[in-house]
């Protein structure tokens, strides 16, 4: 079947049209596997932008809360049908923007649909609680309040599922929605956005301002008519985002880095723990925020992984996504494939082991993108920087341990707490990893990536601010508790005095 390309200019979506940046100028989205390739432009859009999408979200909020929770879900149902239908061409879409392998990509839709049907499924429940008073003749309930127009900020990484992962909740929850992707990939949301749209949402709740971040992401967050915000990114701009939500007391949401681990026991399994570590660190290029991009190995196996590991990274085709035989992509963007080679540098230069990569890929097929070879050091001290900083891309530093405390040590060792591994055939190493491990997300004898829509997803320490994605933890980030008294005595009744015996 011919590939269908979408057209090539884009506009932003605000109060339910289609519009052009008011300053006119666009930012290009190019293939990273074949960088001549122009996938669309887009928006370059500023800060007027942002304010009328604003606007039109706090005038479109007044109708939008009061919408049944049910009747707006039925939107949301018929968004995840289009989703559907239109799987494999999003997911194409997906990769020649973004880079990430075709099935990945097929992935990266499916997830969008499951948080759609999930939310939508939400519309007839959002339960909250009803509790007997302690007075006579009232009634006490507690019910979920929509919070208002809520600004949403998304990496480039996960370019459907993510900004679905706020969208849907937001929207089921009765909020009006300002969205700014990722500079990288706007054509997923853009597609995303469309699928809603052709639903039957209603103009105006939801916003689309494409653009970078300081000139279309910045805008929203210190804007008195912004409610909430949810940013999902790097750890060193969700700190910015944090401090800008500040002086308007925003409601604050920050998913940011990660520097996972995957820890392999010496009765692990060692087959299916190298199968895990090669997917999850060089699955999407290690470009996740859940990317095992260090592996522990108990001294009494180590030998034998290493080499089973190395020989799997070795083997690894990489290439175009869209190409069936290709297993890895390319980095996102130059500037990442930069930052890729410099950490190759810096394992060296710190004493690490380079044992398969360590190379840019630019001859032959790979000449008009931004590749690099699987890339595996091994013999690493956990406080390298290799084995401390978020790398995102197909960097693996395997580290050796003597004993179940030296490995709970190295893995909480870290400033970030997203996910973490162990694969073991001994009940009590699992159940103790599972209570020991500082991390918002802990896999037994799987790899550190595949988060399922309906569970909690998120992370501690420098990972996250307290707040969750997905599941039902996301309707409480979306909701205001709002606690309601029916007080049907037909006198007044003082609570804490005339309960009193
Ligand atoms: P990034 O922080 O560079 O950008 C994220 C978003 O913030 C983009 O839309 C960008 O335009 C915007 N932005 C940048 N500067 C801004 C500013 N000054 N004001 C407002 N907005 C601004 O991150 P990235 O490179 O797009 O994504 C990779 C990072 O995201 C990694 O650190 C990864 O771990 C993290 N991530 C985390 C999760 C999670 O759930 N924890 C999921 C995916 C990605």
Redesign the pocket.
């Known amino acids: 079947m011919a590939t269908v390309f979408a057209p090539t200019v884009f506009k932003n979506y605000i109060d339910g049209a289609w519009v052009e940046a008011r300053g006119g100028k666009a930012i290009e989205n190019r293939n990273p596997a074949h960088t001549d390739e122009l996938v669309g432009m887009f928006p370059a859009s500023t800060a007027e932008d942002v304010r009328d999408a604003i606007g039109s979200a706090q005038t479109a909020f007044q109708k939008w809360r009061l919408v049944p929770a049910p009747k707006r879900a039925e939107i949301l149902f018929r968004a995840a049908q289009i989703l559907v239908e239109r799987k494999e061409d999003y997911a194409r879409d997906m990769t020649r923007e973004m880079g990430k392998i075709l099935e990945e990509a097929r992935g990266d839709v499916q997830e969008a649909i499951d948080m759609t049907y999930l939310m939508a499924g939400e519309g007839r429940r959002q339960f909250g609680h009803v509790a007997p008073s302690e007075l006579p003749n009232k009634f006490a309930m507690a019910v979920r309040a929509p919070v208002g127009v809520a600004g949403m ?6 370019p459907m599922a ?1 900004p679905s992962w706020k969208v849907m909740p937001a929207l089921v929850c009765g909020n009006t929605v300002v969205l ?4 990288d990939t706007p054509l997923s949301t853009y597609n995303l956005a469309q699928a809603l749209e052709e639903a039957g949402l209603p103009p105006g709740v939801l916003n689309v301002v494409f653009g ?3 000139q279309a ?2 805008p929203i ?1 210190d804007d008195p008519g912004v409610n909430l915000v949810s ?8 700190r ?2 944090s401090r800008a939500c500040a002086p308007t007391f925003k409601k604050c949401h920050l ?4 520097k996972n681990i995957i820890i392999v026991m010496d009765d692990a399994n060692l087959e299916l723990a190298v199968d895990g570590a090669v997917w999850g660190g060089f699955g999407t290029t290690g470009q ?2 859940t990317a095992a991009s260090r592996v522990a190995v108990h001294k009494k196996v180590y030998h034998d992984f290493v080499e089973r590991f190395v020989e799997q990274a070795k083997k690894l085709k990489v290439g175009d996504g869209l190409d069936p035989a290709t297993q890895m992509g390319p980095s996102i963007n130059e500037q990442q494939l930069k930052t890729v080679m410099n950490y190759v540098e810096i394992g060296k230069s710190e004493g690490a082991k380079l044992e398969t990569g360590g190379h840019r890929l630019e001859t032959g097929s790979h000449a008009r993108g931004w590749f690099h070879e699987p890339t595996v050091f091994i013999d690493c001290d956990p406080k390298m920087r290799i084995c401390q900083e ?1 790398i ?1 891309g197909p960097i693996v530093a395997v580290i050796p341990f003597d004993s179940f405390q030296e490995a709970m040590e190295i893995a909480n060792g870290v400033r970030y707490g ?1 996910s973490a591994s162990i694969y073991t055939h001994d009940v009590n190493s699992a159940f103790r990893a599972q209570r020991d491990l500082e991390t918002g997300i802990v896999y037994v004898n799987a790899p550190t990536i595949g988060a399922e829509t309906h569970l909690p ?3 501690i320490k420098d ?2 601010n307290g707040h969750r ?1 997905a599941g039902l933890a996301a309707l409480e980030f979306y909701s205001e508790w709002k606690t309601i008294y029916v007080d049907y005595s037909d006198r007044l009744q003082r609570a804490q005095i005339d309960n009193v015996e």
């Open positions: 900020i998304t990496p480039w990484n996960f993510i700014k992707p990722a500079e970078d971040g300081p992401g910045a967050l940013f999902t990114g790097s750890t060193e701009v969700g910015m985002v998913e940011m880095g990660g996740r925020c978020e995102f997203l997803f998120g992370g990972t996250g994605e």
